[in-house]
Each structure stands twice: as C-alpha cells, then as structure tokens.
Nanobody, 123 residues
Framework: QLHLVESGGGLVQPGGSLRLSCAAS????????IAWFRQAPGKEREWVSY???????YYADSVNGRFTISRDNAKSTVYLEINTLQPKDTAVYYC?????????????????WGQGTQVTVSS
C-alpha cells in the first residue's frame, strides 16, 4: 500500500514562501499521479494542483502563478512550492495519489492520502 507523508508546513508571514513535500513509500512513485488539496477551517476540501505520472502539471485558477508542483521520482517525493503567501492560503494541505491516472480535481478519484500539513499565513 502506498503511504504518503506531507511536511514543510508552518507559520509564515504574508508575502512569504514555503515548500511542501509529499514523501511516498510502499510503491515506486513513478506510476502515480499526485495531487495537492487544501482545507481551511469550516470549508470544503479544495483542489490546488496535480502532477501526472507522466509529468504534466495543472493548477487551480485561484493559485495559478503562485504555486509550482514538481516531482523527484528518485526521491519518491512531490513538492509544492508556494510563493507570495496570503492569509487566504491558510489551510491544512494534503497530498493524494492515484495510480496512473490522468489527474482530476475531484478528491474521490484518489485512493491514497497523507495526514496533512498545516500552513498558517499571519503577521
């Protein structure tokens, strides 16, 4: 079974940057499409970005231009770099995996989820 662990969250001031990591174990990452979602208090889980197992990247309109997703299959890790952080980016960020999928913003497509990492943007 694929196991995902997110890290890299924290408290950051508005305008700052973070790089989140999603480390996979159990199976080679090469065959998995990985997505990032986030969930703010009292709100539904929101898709942020995904990178297909072939390396194609997609972003939600709300984050396009500020977020960059990438993968290092040799390290079994997917990254989400977040720039120009804003208070509205405050949320728990989750990564999720789908085996050889084309990618989707629908969370139900993904079979494996991490436990999440908290990102708080505040001065």
């Amino acid at each position: 079974q694929l196991h995902l662990v997110e890290s890299g969250g924290g408290l950051v001031q508005p305008g700052g940057s973070l790089r989140l990591s999603c480390a996979a174990s159990g199976f080679p990452l090469d065959d998995y499409t990985i997505a990032w979602f986030r969930q703010a208090p009292g709100k539904e889980r929101e898709w942020v970005s995904y990178i297909t197992f072939e390396g194609f990247t997609y972003y939600a309109d709300s984050v396009n231009g500020r977020f960059t997703i990438s993968r290092d299959n040799a390290k079994s890790t997917v990254y989400l770099e977040i720039n120009t952080l804003q208070p509205k980016d405050t949320a728990v960020y989750y990564c999720a995996a789908d085996h050889r999928g084309g990618g989707s913003s629908w969370p139900g497509l993904y079979d494996y989820w991490g436990q999440g990492t908290q990102v708080t943007v505040s001065s």
